[in-house]
């Protein structure tokens, strides 16, 4: 079928240089069989300009930002020469980072590759490594911090701002791994490869990274193992993440509110409100 598509390009496992909904059945496909896809053409380079500048600002004053966000991660805050910045909410307090929740490109394709109608906004995250810093994101299931909410009918955008390599740090995903079962959540400061002590021997270990230029996404299970390693070149990478899940997901666990300053919903109800708004369907 790729034959046809005489214009596009295949890269990773994913398909760039046609609009990635033409080759919906493939991505599906592939999403099914190793738990992720990409890198996909999303934004323009030109797009990612706002939205980088949006980033800088949120980060040249964190602690001024901090109370707006629904979390900055601590340890970049005491370590911040050694661990990744990372920070979750920037949708709320950056036009830019907000555009992204609805931008009918991510959710059309986040929607397809969830399998469902209607699609729900969870939280967005953003990752920020300077050239050179030598912070990683330790491999992880994004579903092991989300057991709050069930059932598990989440996927993550990998939105790249910059162009992202091996050498900058670039996701990194096992294939296969979303069949895995729910290993135990990681500490955002742990060891890259912290994640292995809970993983059987036998499960082959052939991480495969995805470099994409900015503007491009990789798409995963909430289930699929992924990390990324540090920035050994002398570029930016920075991405924004979103995160979506089914309309019909709900509250698991009612002993505190999902994220810090939403409403606190009560266990068994849909993960609903302004906070969780409806994207498509
Ligand atoms: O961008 C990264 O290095 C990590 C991102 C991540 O954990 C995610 O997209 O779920």
């Known amino acids: ?24 059945p493939e991505l599906r496909e592939r999403f099914e069989r190793d738990g992720f896809v990409g890198p996909i053409d999303v934004l323009t380079p030109a797009e990612c300009g706002p939205v980088r500048a949006a980033i800088v600002e949120i980060l040249a004053d964190l602690p001024g930002y901090e109370p707006r966000l ?7 805050g005491a370590r911040p020469d050694e661990v990744v910045a990372h920070f979750l909410g920037g949708w709320r307090v950056q036009q830019a980072l907000r555009e992204l929740v609805f931008e009918p490109r991510i959710t059309r394709l986040a929607a397809m590759l969830l399998g469902v109608d209607r699609l729900r906004f969870f939280h967005d995250q953003v990752f920020s490594k300077p050239p050179g810093h030598p912070g ?18 989440h996927i993550t955008v990998n939105l790249l701002l910059d162009d992202s390599d091996e050498d900058s740090g670039c996701l990194q ?70 995160n979506y899940m089914g309309a019909d997901v709900r509250v698991a666990d009612d002993s505190a509110p ?15 409100g302004e906070c969780f708004p409806i994207v498509l369907g």
């Not at 990683?136 to 009918?153: F, G, I, K, L």
């Open 173 to 242: 995903f096992l294939p296969g791994s979303h069949r895995l079962p729910l290993l135990p959540s990681i500490p955002f400061d742990s060891d890259l490869e912290a994640i292995r002590e809970h993983i059987a021997p036998e499960i082959p270990w052939h991480p495969v990274a995805v470099p994409c230029r900015a503007g491009q996404a990789t798409l995963h299970h909430s289930y699929t193992l992924h990390g990324s390693g540090p920035n050994r070149s002398d570029r930016w990478r920075r991405a924004a993440v979103l």
């Open 70 to 76: 629904y979390e900055v991660e601590r340890a970049h």
């Open 1 to 24: 079928m790729f034959a046809d598509m005489t214009e596009g390009r295949k890269s990773g496992n994913g398909f760039v240089g046609l609009g990635a909904m033409a080759a919906a």
């Open 258 to 272: 999902l994220l810090r300053g939403v409403p606190h919903l009560p266990k068994g109800a849909v993960v609903a």
């Open 136 to 153: 990683v994101v330790p491999w992880h299931q994004d579903y092991s911090y989300w057991q709050r909410t069930a059932p598990a009918c």
